[in-house]
């Protein structure tokens, strides 16, 4: 997987059909599996700040009103785009992001954890680009 947003045609799709765009224009945009089930939104996206790359966008799963919902990031290369559709795909369902490794939102890990990072990314069957 790609860590770019691609677009087979530039401009016929609006927003996400672009190669640039400002991570506040995705906040809150939906994640949906393959079966059109949508699993969440993307709360926030997490950067390496020596590249600049993302690494993670932070998926919001469950809960009313940001009440009991439950965060978990994500690895930007288990995402693709549906330029189509204007959302976010992701290989799973809602039971295995279920069990994927999560945290609540007073209560973030510290992301530059390698032994962290390293359990993130065996679950979602990535590879981390980070350089820490």
């Not at 785009?81 to 209560?107: I, S």
Request: hydrophobic share 35%.
């Amino acid at each position: 997987m790609s860590n770019e947003i691609i677009s087979s045609d530039v401009g016929t799709f609006g927003r996400l059909s672009s190669r640039v765009l400002s991570a506040s224009s995705l906040n809150d945009d939906d994640i949906y599996n393959l079966a059109g089930e949508k699993l969440g939104s993307i709360k926030e996206f997490m950067m390496d700040i020596n590249t600049g790359r993302v690494c993670y966008v932070v998926l919001s799963f469950g809960g009313f009103l940001s009440m009991g919902e439950k965060l978990f990031a994500v690895p930007w290369s288990a995402l693709t785009v549906d330029t189509e559709n204007k959302r976010f795909l992701m290989d799973t369902n809602e039971e295995r992001l279920k069990e994927a490794p999560g945290f609540d939102t007073d209560k973030w890990p510290n992301m530059a954890d390698p032994t962290w990072e390293k359990k993130v990314h065996s679950y979602y069957g990535t590879q981390s680009n980070t350089t820490f």
